[in-house]
Structure formats: structure tokens, C-alpha cells
């Protein structure tokens, strides 16, 4: 048990020192006491204001679970008053970093901070990693099937919330990739009609009618049923910044 050796001075119902009023008045706070002037009980006063303080802080030091000795090291004593200090805020601070094992965040930097793992897919031990295997087991790959499992690999992937239930993206179990895709959807096409010049210039590139086949309708080589051109690149994908993906081990 923790103890302190620093105690408070003339502190006791009726003790001989001075009142608040007066003390405040004296000049010797601020000059000292001058040779054969001071009476005792501004003396005690003095005394049981720095007693006080300095007693409370002490107190304050042993309830963190460290004792305070009266042996003059003042280095000892930051020693006592740090190590208190980190006592006192380290239920703080794992409150604010106790992140569960599992959560999945995006980070701004290329290299997963201490605690974390990159999303990558990589296969890690279950007994180094045994906090994050509880919270998401073989979802994402059983590893070797004995010793290790595999993260999820969010790697050039977007993130979609699991539909459970609801409806919207029925047919998903937890961590299953999926592909990309467009919805279904019509374009209205036009049909040339290269034996009406008079009618050309009505609609598009010399359309007859809206929706309406000519007798010579070429398009692209394709005489009977016309085809929109391609567009766009490679995969359909909105706006994005790259970041990396890491998991609270």
C-alpha cells in the first residue's frame, strides 16, 4: 500500500495561525520577516500553507498508488509525481484507443500503424493474432487451416455494407466479394433512311422517324438491327482517393 511522509502543518481545530484577512495584509509576504520580528503565529501560517499544498499533492501522489517519502530528492519526487500522473490517465487513455479487434478502418499512410494489420489478404497466425481470429475467425480464408487465417483483402476493392437481412443485396454471407455491374437498362437507337434525303436533317444523321427502320438502314455493316458505339473504359467506378485499408488486431 502506498504511503506518503509529507504532512500538513498546524491544521487542527484552533491552531495558532494567523487569519486569512490579516495574512493577506502582512508585508512580510512579500519582504520576508525581518531578524527577531516574527510571531509565531504568522510563522504557523506560513508553515500550514505550504504544509497544506504540499501535503494534498502527496495525498493525491499515494492514491495513485505510490508513496512519497520525505528524504529531500526532489528528482525522486518528479519520478513519484510522473509515474502518478500515468496512473491516473492511463484508464483515459485505453478508454479512448480501445479500438475492438476486427474494426477495419481506411488510413492515410502506406505502412499499417502498431496494433494494426493491412487489409491484404495475407495469412496470419491465430495464436499471435488470437484477439482478432475471435472476432472474425475463417471468414476471409481459413489459412492453412490449422495455424493461420487470412485478413480480408480490401486491396483496389470499395466496401459495401453487408445486407443482412435487409433485402437490398440479399443472397451476401459476411466478407463474399462480388463483381461489377450495371443495371439493366434501354437506349433509344435511330434508324437511318438513306432513300429519303428529303427527310434528312429531321432527327440525327438523316433518321426518318424516331424508332423507325428505313428500307436501307447500313449501320456499322449491320442492316437490321442497329448497335450504340462503345464508350467509356475499362470498369465503372465513381469518384476516389486511394487509402489503405488496415485491421485492429
Known amino acids: 500500500m502506498a504511503t506518503t511522509d509529507i504532512l500538513p502543518f498546524g491544521t487542527g481545530t484552533g491552531a495558532n495561525v ?13 519582504a520576508g520577516f525581518s531578524t527577531g520580528v516574527a510571531e509565531s503565529q504568522q510563522l504557523n501560517k506560513v508553515w500550514r500553507q505550504s504544509s497544506f499544498v504540499s501535503a494534498g499533492l502527496a495525498n493525491w501522489i ?22 502518478a500522473l500515468q496512473n491516473f490517465i492511463a484508464p483515459f487513455i485505453s478508454g479512448v484507443s480501445g479500438v ?24 496470419v497466425s491465430r495464436t499471435t493474432y488470437a484477439a482478432l481470429f475471435a472476432a472474425i475467425g475463417t471468414i476471409h480464408g481459413v489459412g492453412d487451416g490449422a495455424t493461420t487465417f487470412n485478413l480480408p483483402d480490401t486491396r483496389g476493392e470499395f466496401i459495401r455494407g453487408w445486407d443482412h437481412g435487409r433485402g437490398v443485396d440479399s443472397g451476401r454471407s459476411m466478407g463474399s466479394a462480388q ?27 438523316g433518321v426518318e422517324a424516331k424508332g423507325k427502320k428505313g428500307p436501307n438502314a447500313p449501320v456499322d455493316n449491320d442492316c437490321v438491327w442497329p448497335y450504340t458505339s462503345d464508350t467509356g473504359g475499362a470498369e465503372t467506378r465513381p469518384r476516389n482517393v486511394a487509402m489503405m485499408y488496415i485491421i485492429k488486431a
Not at 22 to 29: D, E, H, T
Not at 100 to 123: I, K, R, Y
Not at 182 to 202: E, F, L
Request: net charge negative; glycine share 10%; aromatic share 8%.
Open 179 to 205: 463483381s461489377d455491374e450495371i443495371k439493366a437498362h434501354k437506349h433509344t437507337t435511330y434508324y437511318a433512311d438513306v432513300d429519303s434525303p428529303s427527310r434528312m436533317g429531321a432527327y440525327p444523321n
Open 18 to 30: 494567523m487569519s486569512q484577512s490579516a495574512y493577506a495584509a502582512l508585508s512580510a509576504r512579500s
Open 62 to 83: 499515494v492514491a495513485q498508488g505510490v508513496s512519497v517519502p520525505d528524504d529531500g530528492n526532489i528528482t525522486g519526487f518528479v519520478t513519484e509525481l510522473t509515474e
Open 100 to 123: 475492438p479487434s476486427g474494426v477495419v478502418s481506411p488510413f492515410g499512410g502506406p505502412t499499417a500503424p502498431a496494433g494494426w494489420l493491412e487489409c491484404n489478404g495475407a495469412a
